[in-house]
């Protein structure tokens, strides 16, 4: 019975603290300019799943998915949507931990490949109209 305790205390643990990181993008040439929280809740207000909110805004300056803007535009070099941009978005957590570049570029060497940014890459079209409705498609 302890042996199965310590399995399960070693293995469950560790995953649920990963599952509960917040992984946070940011944009900018110095990566300084803050366009959201990737694994947030839809109702939270820095998700870039919450269409009311700034980050989650067709509309907002600093939203991924505002097709006009810097960080949203398939024309920019500060958005994940140019596979040629030379200063894609940058994805961490909360404790600066880097998981890795947010772009369309496949042939980047440090590319995000975790399964939420493989779908974004696949969808983000689709998710910019809706992002509230993707989110419970991929989340709930």
Same mark, same amino acid.
């Given at each position: 019975?302890?042996?199965?305790?310590?399995?399960?205390?070693?293995?469950?643990?560790?995953?649920?603290?990963?599952?509960?990181?917040?992984?946070?993008?940011?944009?900018?040439?110095?990566?300084?300019?803050?366009?959201?929280?990737?694994?947030?809740?839809?109702?939270?207000?820095?998700?870039?799943?919450?269409?009311?909110?700034?980050?989650?805004?067709?509309?907002?300056?600093?939203?991924?998915?505002?097709?006009?803007? *810097? #960080?949203?535009?398939? #024309?920019?070099?500060?958005?994940?949507?140019?596979?040629?941009? *030379?200063?894609?978005?940058?994805?961490?957590?909360?404790?600066?931990?880097?998981?890795? #570049?947010?772009?369309?570029?496949?042939?980047? *060497?440090?590319?995000?490949?975790?399964?939420?940014?493989?779908?974004? #890459?696949?969808?983000?079209?689709?998710?910019?109209?809706?992002?509230?409705?993707?989110?419970?498609?991929?989340?709930?």
């Amino acid at each position: 019975m302890k042996k199965w305790f310590l399995i399960l205390w070693f293995v469950w643990i560790p995953a649920k603290a990963l599952s509960a990181q917040e992984l946070l993008i940011f944009g900018g040439r110095g990566h300084h300019v803050f366009l959201g929280c990737l694994n947030c809740s839809r109702y939270d207000e820095s998700s870039i799943w919450n269409p009311y909110g700034d980050f989650g805004s067709r509309y907002n300056e600093h939203s991924i998915w505002n097709r006009y803007g *810097d #960080y949203g535009s398939r #024309y920019s070099d500060y958005s994940p949507w140019n596979p040629y941009a *030379d200063y894609p978005p940058v994805v961490v957590d909360e404790e600066g931990n880097f998981y890795g #570049y947010l772009t369309l570029n496949a042939y980047h *060497d440090k590319r995000a490949e975790f399964d939420l940014a493989l779908i974004l #890459y696949r969808h983000y079209e689709e998710i910019r109209e809706d992002p509230a409705e993707w989110y419970e498609r991929i989340f709930e």
